[in-house]
């Protein structure tokens, strides 16, 4: 994997895990994970509940120097991480809680602009609780993005919201891409959340990746591209959940019986 | 919209037979289901939480109390020996306040649990920290406070008694005593009960110790520490009434223990007339700073 022919024309990597081992007792969860992800590429990692996403993402995060286990893992200088709930401090104020850990005077000017950035302006004071889900959930975007990482880690952040504000937040995270740049790794359960933002995705199973699927769709793409169906049906076939079935011979054969 | 469904419903039911088969109630409300449905504006929903509280609403129970008292005094149903009205008490105590009286005890007795609280709350906070923070102060701390929470503070006069003999030093150090144990326990508690994902979401962000414990620990452990000194502070007066019995020279409690050698009920009213109020005014006072302190919680207390 070290001597793979795409490096010599890929991005330099922000992202290189060689070989990654975890286990819980005699579970091993993660099962020599070799992964690289190149400077401002969006990768999504997609598998059945339990296949070990989060583990992955904790591991590249450094976040489980409890867990046993083995490998190397290469990260940038500035990593940030976003979790499926928000986890804003309750007792910080809005701004406060985006620039928390952020030093240097301007710290709060970017934080304010970060906040303007994801729709909050005038926001800054508020308590976390008196925000919705989804504000709470953009505040905590402002927060992982205010610092400029190269990396950016995100555990099904928009997991715990609905249908509408999912694809309100989709078309922020791509704007917020834009500008500020950094490779992404998203752990998501949505397939189509998957194709619609990566530019690769992944499918973990039995602790390695069964699936390394590269999107070829324009960056602003629409469930509509017709080829999102394509990438689709791959991916579910590789999750083994398989097309439905909907011609009508079939249809009808079944009914006969 | 209870008003038009009840007397429908008191109809139904006398004119039903007595023997009211399933069948019979299906003929009796086939009708009504063939007119509109009755509409009508939608009253507000009755709120399940406490409702607002009314400026002073605390104050409401006491009042009545003293109503009733009164009340009692002035029908002669009271031997004045033993329980006086409320009017003497206030005429006593007025009398105190003229002459000084009442101002010295008081000065002494606040003194006392001003000085044994705040004494006690840095002590329980400081060890609280230490033990909450490291596991060396929690082997070497926690124990230790463990055992002396078994052990009640009144055990422990006689002892202190020896060591500081009976002037200041040692009643302030019980209402200390007093004071330290529930602030310790529950800031300790709240301390080590952080959320984990508080903690991780610190390490995500690279957090320093120092900014951790600033901007996670601690405020995050502030509601259990103000679990605490609510205690503590109910506990202070306790610990107070206790150690100006025995032995004092000033205080209310030396007041109220002089008054029992004459039979004075009234003065040993006005006594606990003011024990109520320093303790009434000291939670409100918790409360409201509570208040301030901890304003971006929303909870059924406020
Ligand atoms: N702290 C832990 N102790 C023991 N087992 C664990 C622990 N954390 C995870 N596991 C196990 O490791 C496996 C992978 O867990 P992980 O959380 O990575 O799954 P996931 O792919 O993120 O699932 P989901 O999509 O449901 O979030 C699971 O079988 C889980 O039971
Ligand atoms: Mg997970």
Do not use: C
Request: glycine share 10%; charged share 20%.
């Amino acid at each position: 994997m070290a001597t793979h022919p795409r490096e010599l024309t890929a991005p330099p990597a922000v992202l290189r895990t060689t070989a990654l081992r975890r286990s819980f007792g005699e579970r091993h969860v993660l099962d020599g994970v070799n992964l690289e992800i190149g400077r401002g590429e969006f990768v999504a990692l997609i598998g059945r509940s339990g296949s070990g996403k989060s583990t992955l993402l904790r591991a590249v995060a450094g976040l489980d120097d409890t867990v046993d286990g083995s490998g190397e893992v290469l990260v940038p200088e500035r990593v940030s991480l976003v979790f499926q709930d928000s986890r804003l401090l309750p007792w910080l104020r809005l701004l406060d809680n985006v620039v928390l850990g952020q030093s240097g005077a301007a710290a709060r000017e970017r934080g304010r602009a970060m906040l303007a950035e994801v729709g909050l302006a005038g926001r800054e004071r508020a308590w976390p609780h008196e925000l919705s889900g989804g504000e709470q959930q953009r505040a905590a975007l402002a927060r992982s993005l205010v610092g400029e990482p190269q990396l950016l880690l995100a555990d099904e952040p928009f997991g715990a919201l609905d249908a509408l504000t999912r694809i309100r937040m989709h078309a922020l995270l791509r704007a917020l891409l834009r500008t500020h740049g950094p490779a992404v790794l998203l752990v998501t359960h949505d397939v189509d959340e998957a194709v619609l933002l990566a530019d690769r995705v992944l499918v973990i199973e039995d602790g390695a990746f069964s699936l390394d699927l590269r999107i070829d769709l324009p960056a602003e793409r629409t469930a509509e591209h017709p080829d999102v169906s394509r990438y689709r049906a791959r991916l579910l076939a590789a999750l083994g959940i398989g097309a439905p079935v909907t011609s009508p011979a079939s249809l009808s054969g079944r009914t006969s019986s | 919209m209870t008003g038009t469904l009840i007397p429908a419903l008191a109809r139904g039911r006398a004119a039903a037979p007595a023997v009211a088969g399933p069948d019979r109630v299906a003929e009796a409300s086939a009708p009504a289901a063939l007119e509109a449905p009755r509409i009508s504006p939608q009253s507000r929903r009755r709120r399940l939480g406490r409702g607002r509280l009314f400026p002073g609403a605390r104050l409401a129970g006491p009042l009545l109390v003293l109503l009733v008292w009164q009340v009692a005094a002035s029908a002669g149903l009271l031997d004045p020996r033993l329980l006086t009205g409320p009017d003497v008490v206030a005429v006593s105590g007025w009398g105190l306040l003229q002459d000084g009286t009442l101002a010295t005890h008081v000065g002494a007795s606040l003194g006392r649990a001003v000085l044994g609280l705040a004494l006690g709350t840095v002590a329980g906070v400081v060890l609280a920290v230490v033990a909450g923070l490291t596991r060396v102060g929690e082997s070497l701390v926690d124990g230790t406070l463990q055992v002396k929470r078994a052990i009640p503070n009144l055990a422990l006069i006689p002892l202190l008694i020896l060591w500081l003999g009976i002037g200041e030093e040692f009643k302030v150090t019980i209402v200390a005593l007093g004071v330290l144990i529930p602030i310790y326990i529950n800031t300790y508690s709240a301390l080590t009960g952080i959320d984990t994902k508080h903690i991780e979401l610190a390490e995500s962000l690279g957090l320093t110790r120092w900014q951790y414990v600033r901007s996670v620990l601690l405020p995050g452990a502030l509601p259990g520490f103000f679990v605490g000194f609510r205690l503590a502070v109910v506990g202070s007066w306790m610990a107070l009434i206790v150690v100006e019995t025995i032995n004092a020279t000033s205080g209310i409690g030396y007041m109220m223990s002089q008054a029992q050698l004459y039979a004075q009920s009234d003065i040993i009213l006005v006594g606990l007339v003011v024990y109520g109020i320093f303790g009434f005014t000291s939670d409100a006072l918790v409360r409201l700073l509570e208040r301030r302190v901890l304003s971006w919680r929303r909870t059924l207390a406020s």
